[in-house]
């Protein structure tokens, strides 16, 4: 929809001139058309079905970044619908089908579901604490379990009963204390969370090119006193009720300690988009380099071969339907010159915490670790929201829970942690805990993705897992078959140590199957074995100690090889039809069978007509 105007083009006009007989004569052309525009996203579509199919039938939503550049990698958003339904026209009832969905398939819940991002904020609310020099990476703090503020009545608790007992930041982070981070946010205070938490894009737009992006809502006194505005005066309230009104209106909208401490651990007021978590995540695995996300990577005229690259952050003149509003190009310019003055070993802190909630002992999310297979670190946190507030003195049991009630499962994550690549989001709704529900998808995306970019970046000659056997390697006895002899020649000749067999099997195993005595059978083809140095020349020596392979390209052992493949294909035909025989000649009886009952009810019935013809009485 953003770049409709891309893909159409413009319609042309033509007059056209018929006979009677309704065919053209003469045509004119007033306008010609012109064709619209190729448009190439920056989506990468095995990532994509990874993410869709790691939901499976969860809703949720799923958002990945390449931190470098902002290139959005995958977007997905279920429930989803079918877009091809929209191409040819989708009819009224099916379009009814989709709006009365209690899913919401429509909605996208990527760019447009607000939810509260949980316990994925804490290490930004770390990374301010230490920015603000509120605490430091020594500062130890005691977690009883509780928490509760000088003078008020409310107690706040852990997600752990009992506590975490002593830590420090980093330990909090791995752990998601959440009595360290209703201490620090206390610390910190509603104004400098406000602050801080906007230099990474939260109540803000990502300034992404989609249409009607959500800001979400990042807790402030001035949001609360908008939100609590009230309403006119009427002409029929007294003086008595206007003033006990405005009243209740101050009082709605003071900003108090214990909505501070609500705020401090991603929820009350907070409310994030996916697309926004991604963003943050994105610009902390950058150490502050903020990115703006983008779909469209390049556009390419019809009829012509030449790609116009976009260049985020700059209008393009090639590409003059991307757009970006000044303000937000200033503001995250701003964003960015405060970011760059976070001291580098804070940064360092911050990112070891993420890494230890993945890969050290007591971590949030510890079972990604056979994911990373020693090859790189993730670095992440894992979220869990509550989405109904329970009141004081209420014991919920988790099995008895309703799944509409149940607790958003989050995460955010970027790896590999010295040297991002990629910056994932994932929200699963009414998914359970984080790290069980969501950590396994960004898991398998972000494995995926580094398998891809290992795959590009692997030399040209090195060989590959059952594949053609190149020049100059020594080729796996257990790999070498018939499909793999045919495929391509063979350059140099190589000694092949034998199986424990003493024997190189090369044809098929079902030809070797014993027949049943009266078939005609053909007698086994060996391998030819010759002598030549001519290069046009097959030698197979099938010994108990070597094989040798040189050059093949149309010699008798290749011909044997196929003879018992097409031997092979041969009988499987045969043994079809005699199959398909046995099921025809089955069916043909049951029809005689049928034919004959059939035959018999009629001659019944032919013989009732008779009886009942003659018992008729002749009128007089």
Request: glycine letters at 6%; proline letters at 7%; hydrophobic letters at 35%.
């Amino acid at each position: 929809k953003q770049y409709e105007n891309i893909l159409h083009g413009t319609k042309g006009n033509q007059r056209n001139e018929r006979n009677v007989f309704g065919r053209v004569i003469s045509s004119k052309l007033i306008k010609p058309s012109v064709p619209g525009k190729s448009i190439y996203l920056t989506i990468d579509k095995r990532l994509q079905e990874v993410a869709e199919n790691a939901l499976g039938a969860k809703a949720g939503a799923v958002v990945a970044i390449d931190p470098n550049n902002g290139e959005v990698l995958a977007l997905v958003s279920k429930p989803g619908y079918d877009p091809n339904q929209f191409v040819s026209g989708i009819s009224v009832q099916q379009f009814k089908q989709l709006q009365l969905n209690k899913g919401r398939p429509l909605y996208p819940r990527a760019l447009k579901g607000v939810f509260a991002p949980g316990s994925t904020i804490k290490p930004f609310y770390a990374l301010g604490a230490l920015y603000y020099d509120l605490t430091n990476e020594k500062r130890m703090f005691s977690c009883g379990g509780t928490f509760r503020i000088p003078g008020a009545r409310h107690t706040w608790h852990d997600w752990k009963r009992g506590g975490h007992g002593t830590l420090n930041l980093a330990k909090a982070v791995r752990r998601s204390c959440d009595i360290y981070f209703y201490d620090l946010s206390a610390k910190m205070k509603i104004d400098r969370i406000s602050e801080f938490l906007t230099l990474f894009g939260f109540g803000q737009r990502t300034g992404i090119d989609m249409p009607r992006e959500r800001v979400g809502v990042l807790p402030s006194r001035a949001y609360k006193i908008k939100q609590h505005k009230g309403k006119p005066r009427t002409p029929n309230m007294s003086n008595l009720q206007w003033r006990q009104y405005k009243a209740l209106v101050r009082q709605r909208q003071k900003w108090y300690r214990g909505d501070t401490i609500s705020v401090g651990i991603g929820q009350g007021l907070f409310n994030s988009t996916p697309m926004q978590l991604a963003s943050a995540t994105a610009t902390m695995a950058n150490r502050g380099k903020l990115v703006i996300p983008y779909l469209l990577r390049a556009v390419r005229p019809s009829g012509s071969k030449d790609l116009y690259y976009l260049t985020p952050e700059v209008e393009n003149s090639a590409i003059p339907e991307y757009k970006i509003d000044k303000k937000l190009l200033t503001e995250i310019k701003r964003r960015r010159k405060v970011l760059s003055t976070i001291k580098p070993e804070h940064w360092d802190y911050v990112h070891q915490a993420m890494v230890d909630v993945v890969h050290a002992p007591g971590g949030t999310a510890r079972r990604l670790i056979p994911l990373a297979k020693k090859e790189f670190e993730f670095a992440g946190k894992t979220g869990t929201a509550q989405v109904v507030k329970i009141k004081k003195g209420d014991h919920w049991s988790k099995k008895k829970v309703p799944e509409h009630l149940k607790d958003n499962a989050l995460f955010v994550v970027f790896a590999p942690a010295d040297k991002p690549k990629i910056a994932v989001a994932v929200i699963v709704i009414n998914g359970g805990h984080g790290g069980a529900a969501a950590a396994p998808i960004a898991g398998k995306l972000i494995r995926t993705y580094m398998n891809i970019l290992n795959k590009q970046n692997k030399p040209a000659g090195e060989k590959k897992s059952n594949d053609t056997l190149l020049t100059g390697e020594t080729p796996d006895p257990s790999t070498l078959t018939v499909k793999n002899l045919l495929k391509r020649p063979v350059v140099n000749s190589k000694v092949l140590q034998p199986r424990a067999t003493n024997s190189l099997r090369i044809s098929n195993p079902k030809i070797n199957k014993t027949k049943k005595p009266g078939l005609k059978t053909r007698p086994p083809i060996q391998p030819a074995i010759t002598s030549s140095n001519t290069p046009n020349t097959t030698v197979i020596t099938n010994t108990p100690s070597s094989v040798n392979i040189v050059s093949p390209t149309t010699p008798s052992n290749i011909q044997d090889a196929t003879n018992i493949k097409k031997t092979a294909i041969r009988r499987k035909k045969a043994q079809k039809s005699r199959v398909m025989t046995r099921a025809r000649a089955r069916a043909r009886l049951r029809e005689i069978e049928l034919e004959k009952k059939q035959q018999k009810q009629k001659e019944k019935q032919k013989k009732n007509d008779e009886i009942r013809i003659i018992e008729t009485p002749k009128p007089r």
